[in-house]
């Protein structure tokens, strides 16, 4: 397993300014590569970021997934994205990619197919995203509640199909008070065991081949419960 830590909060808006310390505390004792970032340039750093080789990309906010899919992408013929997170993130955007809209843009320049795209755990959506959504797999925390194991057999049939799999892990698709330290505390989000579940299942997909784990702000964690939620998250595929 290769780490890459990527120390960028730019694309927060300074919504989660300190989620760029985050790879220090979660990649302490495990080999990394670090991405050179260049805080006051968005577009430079996305391209290093897409320029970077490894199977595991720790942040960072949200953002960085719009570099490292677009690095990744390039090595697939039908590349999918799984991903687990309380926002969309399908905002409308201008120029420089953000946390709120890394997605759309990845969609609109046809990175990636929107049928390709797999959302698990939404819960607050914009009037403006909801309508975006259609023809993407969603998985709202409503549809999870009812039955987990038959929604995790539907999203592991279906991400099967793509001949590279992308995983992305916001950690504010848990519920609060298993993830105090992040931008954006949505409650009614998933516990730990729940996404713990998920994970461990989806480690068996053979087309699996980058994941990335984001928005984990260690000056907002309440007694580093965020950060050791991330190590054990980081755990299950080591």
Same mark, same amino acid.
């Given at each position: 397993m290769k780490?890459?830590?990527?120390? #960028?909060?730019? !694309?927060?808006?300074?919504?989660?300014?300190?989620?760029?310390?985050?790879?220090?505390?979660?990649?302490?004792?495990?080999?990394?590569?670090?991405?050179?970032?260049?805080? *006051?340039?968005?577009?430079?750093?996305?391209?290093?970021?897409?320029?970077?080789? !490894?199977?595991?990309?720790?942040? =960072?906010?949200?953002?960085?997934?719009? =570099?490292?899919?677009?690095?990744?992408?390039?090595?697939?013929?039908?590349?999918?994205?799984?991903?687990f997170d309380?926002?969309?993130?399908?905002?409308?955007? /201008?120029?420089?990619?953000?946390?709120?809209?890394?997605?759309?843009?990845?969609?609109?320049?046809? +990175?990636?197919?929107?049928?390709?795209?797999?959302?698990?755990?939404?819960? *607050?959506?914009?009037?403006?995203?909801?309508?975006?959504?259609?023809?993407?797999?969603? #998985?709202?925390?409503?549809?999870?509640?009812?039955?987990?194991?038959?929604?995790?057999?539907?999203?592991?049939?279906?991400?099967?199909?793509?001949?590279?799999?992308?995983?992305? +892990?916001?950690?504010?698709?848990?519920?609060?008070?298993?993830?105090? =330290?992040?931008? #954006?505390?949505?409650?009614? !989000?998933?516990?730990?065991?729940?996404?713990?579940?998920?994970?461990?299942?989806?480690?068996?997909? /053979?087309?699996?081949?980058?994941?990335?784990?984001?928005?984990?702000?260690p000056e907002?964690?309440?007694?580093?419960?965020?950060?050791? /939620?991330?190590?054990?998250? +980081?755990?299950?595929?080591?």
């Amino acid at each position: 397993m290769k780490f890459v830590a990527v120390p #960028y909060s730019r !694309g927060s808006l300074g919504k989660n300014e300190g989620c760029e310390k985050a790879p220090l505390f979660l990649l302490s004792h495990y080999p990394h590569v670090r991405v050179s970032i260049d805080p *006051a340039h968005f577009d430079s750093t996305m391209e290093q970021i897409s320029r970077a080789d !490894g199977d595991f990309f720790v942040g =960072g906010d949200h953002s960085i997934t719009y =570099g490292s899919f677009k690095g990744f992408a390039q090595k697939f013929k039908n590349p999918g994205i799984l991903i687990f997170d309380a926002h969309p993130d399908l905002e409308e955007y /201008t120029e420089s990619v953000t946390h709120e809209d890394y997605l759309r843009k990845l969609i609109e320049e046809k +990175i990636v197919k929107k049928h390709n795209v797999i959302l698990i755990g939404v819960r *607050a959506v914009s009037d403006n995203e909801r309508t975006y959504m259609a023809g993407m797999q969603v #998985y709202s925390m409503d549809v999870l509640f009812r039955n987990e194991e038959s929604v995790c057999d539907m999203i592991m049939e279906y991400a099967r199909s793509f001949d590279g799999l992308y995983v992305s +892990i916001d950690i504010d698709v848990l519920d609060p008070a298993f993830a105090p =330290g992040t931008g #954006y505390l949505e409650p009614g !989000g998933m516990d730990l065991p729940q996404l713990l579940y998920f994970l461990k299942r989806i480690t068996h997909l /053979t087309n699996l081949r980058r994941i990335d784990l984001v928005e984990i702000n260690p000056e907002k964690d309440v007694h580093e419960i965020t950060v050791n /939620t991330g190590k054990k998250i +980081i755990e299950i595929f080591t």
